[in-house]
């Protein structure tokens, strides 16, 4: 099967800004797709390309195998976009506002399935859909547009930031009906900066800087490009007397709050664990390198220069 996104050497300039520069992007079929990048990077720009509401300075962007801007209107029926500052009509009601979203893909109240899908969402993400739009918080019209993707089934799901302004219990739910989606053979994109959202969703992820993709892989093959942290208890072990043992692999060892402290390169992990063995090792605590930690090994110079 065909990809479900797929772009080349994709360059947007807006005058003398280059937003996109020769990005190279692909989403699998059935797969979660996290996008990464701080503000400012391109992600935005790249999904309003794939959804037809900007044009591509030069390569090429396919979506669903179609065109995005040439066939924009055919394939936003197979589409669900939620962006992350969702704006609403103030005068039709939350429920007259999902409807509406709905019927331009297709969806009718006519249909059984869809209000009973309607009606399912509507109590799991408990919004009251019988307030006027003016009077919704941030995190109210939020659900509105989830709602509204979710409640009509579609091939792809582009998700711009979707859970800004939901609670924690809110964000739970809409995972769920990611990994429900999914499971329903639909493709996510799904665009953040909420790492540990991603993490615990995302089938594979790609990292976008400076308008590029700088990395793109599952997080098993991504993360032998950091480190592995461990750390073991003092009392008992050849430190606490003073002695560095040879652990293969070993970088900044050392003693803090009881604990020796190192880390390892991630593919070097194995390599180690006869050593400590024999070292006779208490608590032992091995933690795998997070997303957070392959996303700073990105901004991280970036950051530190902000703060300066």
Known sequence: MADMIRTERL???????TALDGLDLTVAPGEIH???GPNGAGKSTTIRILLGLARATSGE?????GHPWQDAVRLHRRIAYVPGDVSVWPNLTGGEAIDFLCRLRG??????DYRRERARLIETFQFDPRKKGRTYSKGNRQKVALIAAFAVPADLYILDEPTSGLDPLMELVFRSELHRVREAGATVLLSSHILPEVEQVCDRVSIIRAGRIVETGTLAELRHLTRTAVSFAANGSTLAHGATPVIPGAHDVEVDAGRVRFSLDSDQVTAALPELTRLGVQGLRIEPASLEDLFLRH???D???ERT
């Open 107 to 112: 969806a009718g109240r006519a249909d059984g």
């Open 299 to 301: 901004y991280g110079d």
């Open 34 to 36: 996290g996008f990464l």
């Open 61 to 65: 962007a396919r979506v669903l195998d």
């Open 11 to 17: 360059v947007k300039r807006y005058g003398r800004v």
């Open 303 to 305: 950051l530190a220069r």
